[in-house]
């Protein structure tokens, strides 16, 4: 902030004919900001230079179909020079905009319900949150992924500055961290609903709540600080330049200041809800209001407002009225007050509050600081002598009016609690929540609160109100609506057979191969220059090596002690012991007969704690076109997926994850079977990903050669920004667990292959923070091929 002096008013803007809902500031022209309202409308303001304190609309924007519920600005950059300003909305999209056309450059479609909040980051990345618990991440016109877990709507959403960090705060109380698509953390403390975050350093943020608080967080889980002051719901917040001091808004109709974690400046706007806030680039802060109203106020002397206005602005607070249960005023005796000549008295801090008896009416004064007096800011009505026999009585708690809303015909009633002072906007979506009712019914019910409340200030509820559907006493929702360790030893003992055990993965010869590993590999071999020899790699890896000898021998082993309903005839035995070295003949001609690959098939779902030879079996035949054909062609394929994805749960044995992992990646060397897991991409990789928190070298680099063949088969397909938005973050997730230097080789060249040639891919791997993750491995000399492709990697993302 430009120094301590009170902040006093700049301008009032009637800026919008319904609520603003969002504000921000623009990226151009300088100084300007975006505001976002119910009126469906988004408008650019900018300084007028004739007059200092004054803003003038320079941009008028539409697009959406129902209310604008917020806005943030995407960077400038080649294409968008000026910059792009995001609009959410009750519409379920989001618009696109630039400061040249009033219609959207482009719309995001993907939310299933009111889109509530956005916040940009680097390289063009933007976060959404909505009414349907999900967050989702954007490049561009592409979603690039979905966070889930959330269990009620997200209101707040905020891009860390680094790492590749994203924080949402939601109606379930929580607040989540998340790190390539992922929860890493989840923080709980607040007691209602999270509405705002913001970004106080690279690793500190607030929050703020219903509860009426604001929390300081550390991003790696702790609460170092609660801050008290509002006296109710708390909407937004923003953090001045110096990552310092703050300001927040809420339902208490105030704007408060926060210095050195104190509420410095309490400024009370005629309006019940400020909704909004932001920071301006010259250190004003502007605020959005229920009245369609944007206010600017400044501690710049020289912007503040003139004489008459500020007058004005005091006169228009002062006709304010007061429902001391949503303030800080408490219940009313008017006998018991004191009268003007209490405000002979100084305040003892900014925003101090005291009531004054002046006849039969009680009025509010603030105390200003900056003023030195007490400043009229309503007239308070709805005291305990005023209203005993006026109001009912719900739950505990006192409202204006209690409707009775029929969900079904006939069934009991849903009670509707409703006070004059409430927004019957966010009243009907969190009846509607609460209730679990569709919330394609948001637009009647709070148009039925509106109808059915219209002229009363305070008093009781009437005796009767009219359906919004039938104009019958009753409202039932839809009745007028057609739409709606493997480790070393995890088998029997000495001797055993080890499904490949020794071998991560077969590939073409050839000396400089950095997949080969062991003696065939040495660094010395490498090109000395900047030849990348390592990605993209669009062959595929996959795991070739067998030892058809053992592998049969534990095969008949395990027969010979299976329960009887279970054990194979010779017959079978004899079937999948042909199967096995037909398939290991590199030379051999002769095909897989149906019968062979039946008894695999049908083998492969012996019991999980013999089927393993089995397994072994099928990742071996599954490279033969024949049997690639047969099992991952047609419905055969989806049946083989699900029982690959079986075998793969977290309560899985973990040579099964190993080798369901390892037909998969078999799979990829047949054109069935790269058009399946093409087709499986999503489910397999989810699934796969979650075993990189099983400790075990075997899994992690069965698991990177996965990701590894999936980034191979997107190689030149920029159109699959979301497929290959998937590789990277199960790859960035992985590289938070694995120390096998092998797997982390495989992921290294999995990333390089996913951004090789393709701008968006590489803008999000930067945004997910992957260039400060992997750095740690360019230092790796031992294996070379790591060091050396993890710097081909820095550079392809500088």
Not at 322 to 347: A, S
Not at 659 to 683: E, K, Q, V
Request: net charge negative; hydrophobic share 35%.
């Amino acid at each position: 902030m430009s120094g301590s002096n009170s902040y006093r008013l700049r301008c009032s803007l009637a800026a919008h004919e319904m609520d603003v809902r969002g504000l921000a500031a623009a990226a151009f022209p300088h100084g300007a900001f975006v505001s976002v309202s119910r009126d469906r409308t988004a408008r650019v303001w900018v300084p007028n230079p004739s007059e200092n304190q004054v803003f003038t609309e320079m941009h008028c924007m539409n697009g959406h179909s129902n209310f604008v519920s917020c806005v943030c600005i995407i960077a400038p950059n080649e294409t968008y020079p000026r910059g792009l300003i995001a609009t959410g909305g009750h519409d379920n999209n989001i618009c696109v905009f630039s400061l040249d056309r009033p219609d959207p450059l482009f719309t995001l479609k993907g939310h299933k319900n009111t889109v509530c909040t956005l916040s940009s980051g680097k390289f063009g990345t933007m976060l959404s949150g909505s009414w349907d618990t999900t967050a989702k991440v954007w490049l561009g016109e592409k979603c690039l992924m979905t966070l889930q877990g959330h269990t009620a709507a997200v209101w707040a959403v905020v891009i860390l500055p680094e790492q590749g960090l994203m924080l949402s705060g939601s109606a379930d109380k929580t607040i989540k961290l998340w790190k390539a698509g992922r929860c890493e953390n989840t923080y709980t403390g607040h007691e209602d609903c999270v509405r705002g975050l913001a970004v106080i350093n690279d690793v500190e943020f607030l929050s703020c709540s219903n509860d009426a608080s604001i929390r300081r967080w550390m991003v790696t889980g702790e609460c170092v600080q609660v801050y008290y002051s509002h006296t109710n719901y708390i909407y937004s917040l923003a953090v001045f330049p110096n990552g310092q001091d703050f300001i927040s808004t809420g339902e208490d109709r105030t704007l408060r200041i926060w210095r050195k974690g104190e509420c410095s400046q309490t400024i009370r706007l005629p309006a019940q809800s400020v909704w909004c806030c932001c920071i301006l680039p010259d250190g004003d802060i502007a605020v959005g209001a229920s009245d369609g109203v944007i206010r600017v106020f400044t501690e710049c002397q020289e912007r503040v407002s003139s004489a008459q206005d500020l007058q004005a602005f005091e006169d228009e607070l002062s006709k304010a009225i007061i429902d001391p249960k949503t303030g800080d005023l408490g219940d009313i005796k008017i006998e018991d007050l004191p009268g003007r000549e209490h405000l002979d008295e100084p305040g003892n801090r900014d925003g101090q509050t005291r009531l004054i008896k002046e006849g039969s009416n009680v009025e509010a004064y603030q105390w200003s600081v900056s003023d030195g007096r007490w400043v009229k800011i309503g007239d308070v009505v709805g005291g305990s002598s005023q209203q005993n026999s006026k109001r009912v009585m719900y739950e505990g708690k006192e409202y204006d009016f209690v409707f009775s809303i029929d969900v079904n015909e006939g069934g009991p009633g849903l009670k509707l609690p409703y006070n004059v002072t409430d927004d019957p906007w966010l009243t009907a979506h969190n009846f509607l929540e609460k209730n679990d009712l569709s919330p394609m019914f948001l637009d009647q019910v709070a148009n039925f609160i509106i109808e059915n409340t219209k002229g009363h200030t305070l008093g009781p509820a009437p005796g009767s109100a009219t359906d919004p559907f039938t104009g019958a006493g009753r409202y039932i929702p839809g009745s007028g609506s057609d739409s709606q360790g493997f480790g070393a030893d995890p088998f029997t003992g000495a001797g055993r057979y080890i499904p490949e055990s020794g071998s991560t993965g077969a590939v073409p010869s050839g000396r400089a191969d950095p997949f080969t590993g062991g003696s065939a590999y040495s660094s010395s071999s490498l090109p000395k220059a900047k030849t990348n020899v390592f990605f993209p790699n669009t062959d595929g890896v996959m795991f070739e090596q067998a030892n058809t000898t053992q592998i049969l021998g534990k095969l008949r082993e395990l027969n010979s002690t299976a329960p009887a309903d279970r054990k194979l005839s010779d017959t079978a035995l004899d079937c999948l012991e042909k199967l096995l070295l037909l398939v290991t003949d590199v030379k051999g001609q002769e095909q897989p007969t149906a019968e062979q690959i039946s008894v695999l098939w049908r083998t492969s779902h012996w019991p999980e704690d013999i089927v393993f030879p089995v397994l072994d079996i099928l990742r071996l035949a599954v490279r033969h076109p024949e049997v690639n054909a047969q099992l991952c062609g047609g419905t055969e394929g989806a049946s083989l997926c699900n029982h690959l994805l079986g075998l793969m749960s977290s309560e899985g044995r973990p040579a099964n994850q190993m080798l369901a992992l390892r037909i998969l990646c078999n799979c990829f060397s047949g054109s069935h079977g790269r058009a399946l897991l093409l087709g499986h991409r999503d489910t397999v990789l989810s699934r796969a990903g979650d075993l990189c928190i099983v400790s075990n070298k075997n899994i992690h680099v069965a698991l990177a050669t996965l990701v590894l063949n999936y980034a191979g088969r997107l190689y030149g397909q920029p159109t699959e920004i979301e497929a290959k938005a998937q590789c990277l973050s199960v790859a960035s997730t992985a590289l938070e667990v694995v120390q096998d230097k092998e797997a982390i080789f495989r992921l290294l060249v999995a990333l390089g292959t996913t951004v090789a040639g393709d701008s968006t891919a590489k803008d999000l791997a930067r945004s997910l923070g992957v260039n400060s993750q992997i750095s740690k491995y360019a230092r790796v000399s031992d294996p070379a091929k790591v060091g050396e492709c993890c710097r081909l990697v820095l550079d392809e993302l500088q």
